[in-house]
């Protein structure tokens, strides 16, 4: 019981240390997605030249998504007509170049992985795109084309079919501090928050257990930590098929990555682990039914390839700029609740997260939330209009409105 408990308190200290950061992170990406339309993205991904990957990638920073939901949007996306590779830059953006990312691993691990992250980020996307120039073949895009045009269910499909940004037009400000946008800010902000809840506790309790439980002699044996050169080239190795087996994705990794971190793992090695959210294997089984097994496999092992040699380039371009931080000061964070700066944000922001639950439920917010996890081919537009009563409008209840994958912007 008291090891149950020891790890629940590091978990607990953990969760504390970050909640303001994650509440700030996803009501940022609220207000981006708030204002900008799901079908002018698809307008603007129909290829795959260096703008519109450079281009994808920022409209995946700003819409930020766990990694289910991320990988449905992707697929949406080229359903729609988007480039495949373009698709898939947003996807890793969307969860690997996000602001709540940054700003929890320089709480946890410091500034120095906030920029490793975002160096190491776009260094995956040029690696990604040009093993795809070079080794997709366009009889297996063909075929994964058409296996997305299936629609076979994956997860979070309802999530990533919604269109809930504002509908009237006008400035950007215009259109933002309007009802419709306090409306469409308060609907993403709680269904990311649901997205992304249960891998994020899974997540903590993972890096609770392993840090309470598992030994750092263990750790530094398995990293290879007492050997400087080897733990180098070992780390971006092995980061991403630790990231692969542990079955945590997008935000929720970041906890682990601290316990390895402090384990031994080398600073590329946390990054590729970090990064691999994306490969974790029940999203491979995702990629299979969303694109066929032979794309499946193309993609992780191109995604595998293209994470060891982003943490190749950070491990070797910090270490020679003297960036890397001392490893024997890593530690896990155990001190609880204390009256302090993280304390007060951390009142303020909840507070924050209550005035828009309210308005998420008088807005027709949970009839949205049962519809997360629909048919690829039953979202809706949920548009951020003013309702005065407490249920969903007409728009917002199933069966109204246009079907999100009705947009007339194709680019085939």
Known sequence: MHAILHALSITGSMTWEITWALILGFALSAVVQAVVRKSTVVRLLGDDRPRTLVLASALGAASSSCSYAAVALARS??????????????E?????????????????????????????????????????????????????????????????EGHAAMDMSVQRE??????????????????????????????????LLIA????????????????FAGHPLAAKLWGPLIGPLVALLSFVCSIGNVPLAVVLWK?????????????????????????????GRRMAAFLLATFYAAMVVAGYVVEFTFGGLGLVPDQSGAKVPMGGVSWNYTTWLNLAFLALTAALLVRFRRTGGPAMLRMMGGSPDAGHDHAGHEHT??????????????????????HH
Not at 277 to 284: A, G, M, V
Request: glycine letters at 12%.
């Open 77 to 90: 996306l080229v359903r729609k007509g988007a480039d495949f590779t373009a698709a898939m830059a947003f």
């Open 92 to 156: 890793i953006a969307s969860t690997n170049l996000v602001v709540e990312l940054g700003v929890i691993l320089a709480l946890l691990m410091g500034w120095q992985f906030t920029a490793a992250e975002f160096v190491g980020g776009p260094v995956m996307i040029v690696v990604l795109a040009v093993l795809f120039r070079l080794f997709l073949r366009q009889r297996l895009l063909d075929d994964a084309r058409r296996q997305a045009e299936r629609g076979v269910a994956g997860s979070m």
């Open 170 to 203: 006008g400035s950007f400000a215009r259109r933002l501090f309007s009802g419709e946008g306090y409306t469409s800010v308060a609907h993403v902000f709680v269904m990311e928050w649901a997205a992304i809840l249960r891998d994020l506790v899974v997540g």
């Open 208 to 223: 609770g257990a392993v840090a309470a439980w598992v030994p750092d002699s263990f750790w530094h044996s398995f990293f």
């Open 263 to 291: 384990g031994g793992i080398s600073f590329g090695g946390v990054v590729s682990f970090i990064f691999a959210d994306l490969l974790i294997l029940p999203i491979l089984n995702i990629y299979r039914k969303y694109y």
């Open 389 to 410: 009563g407490h249920g969903p409008a007409a728009h917002d209840r199933p069966g109204h409105g246009s079907p999100a994958h009705d947009h007339p912007d194709h």
